[in-house]
């Protein structure tokens, strides 16, 4: 069955370095995003990339946040200068379309610790 | 905005029993209505679905019920096994966006 693949599956790094989270979804879909879950909190939504640019972004996505999708398969996160606070669990998702009702297929996510 | 409120958990029932989940929602207009799971070291997996008022999405013996009048989609089944324990998330997608809005979501477990 096809899957939303995520790596690295872990990452830690200091206040101040820049993340790259990195993820391959399925590969006839053509809509991508970005979910975090801060421990204890909600998902919350990020962004939502089609057509090689955003189409969607919340108030979370500030200029520090940035989208990807450097060749036909890979779609990446990067924060340019991670902050205490941007310790949470990363969860990339894709789906075929946005019609009523449409899955999103979720990866098994990336736990970034800044520290 | 979109929300969703869904019980806190966690959840700690025996196997056989009956398990309900509360869902419910604010949203304007008529939002597709969705369960995800996600099972220890995995990522979230739509259980169900519903697309309309009193839609019903099943799937696995899970059952929930779109309810307008409520603004609610509970989670329900009749019988759970300990192979149920995750956690589970209510979401909705309101009309015309992109986004899913999820709630806190609810850790299920399922003991012997």
């Known amino acids: 069955e096809p899957e939303v693949t995520q790596t690295p599956s872990h990452q830690v790094t200091q206040m101040g370095q820049e993340v790259i989270l990195r993820c391959v979804p399925i590969?006839?879909?053509?809509?991508f995003y970005w979910y975090r879950q801060i421990l204890g909190q909600k998902v919350e939504f990020l962004v939502s990339?089609?057509?090689?640019?955003?189409?969607?972004k919340s108030e979370i996505f500030d200029d520090q946040f940035s989208v990807e999708r450097p060749d036909g398969s890979n779609f990446t996160l990067k924060i340019r200068s991670t902050k205490l606070e941007d310790s949470a669990m990363y969860f990339c998702?894709?789906?075929?379309?946005?019609?009523?009702?449409?899955?999103?297929?979720f990866g098994q996510g990336t736990r970034l610790t800044v520290v | 905005g979109d929300s969703v409120t869904q019980m806190e958990g966690p959840v700690t029932l025996s196997e056989e029993a009956f398990l309900t989940i509360n869902c419910t929602y604010t949203?304007?207009?008529?939002?597709?209505l969705f369960w995800y799971v996600q099972y220890p070291g995995e990522g979230l997996q739509l259980l169900l679905k519903?697309?309309?008022?009193?839609d019903k999405g099943s799937n696995k013996g899970f059952e929930a019920t779109y309810r307008k009048e409520t603004t609610s989609f509970h989670l329900e089944k009749g019988s759970v096994q300990v192979s149920d324990s995750a956690v589970y998330f209510c979401?909705?997608?309101?009309?015309?966006?992109?986004?899913?809005?999820f709630g806190k979501g609810t850790k299920l477990s399922v003991i012997p």
């Open positions: 998702a894709s789906s075929d379309r946005t019609r009523r009702g449409t899955e999103a297929f």
């Open positions: 590969s006839n879909h053509l809509y």
């Open positions: 990339f089609y057509n090689n640019e955003i189409s969607e």
């Open positions: 949203a304007t207009g008529y939002p597709s």
């Open positions: 519903a697309t309309k008022a009193d």
């Open positions: 979401a909705l997608r309101g009309a015309g966006s992109y986004q899913l809005t």
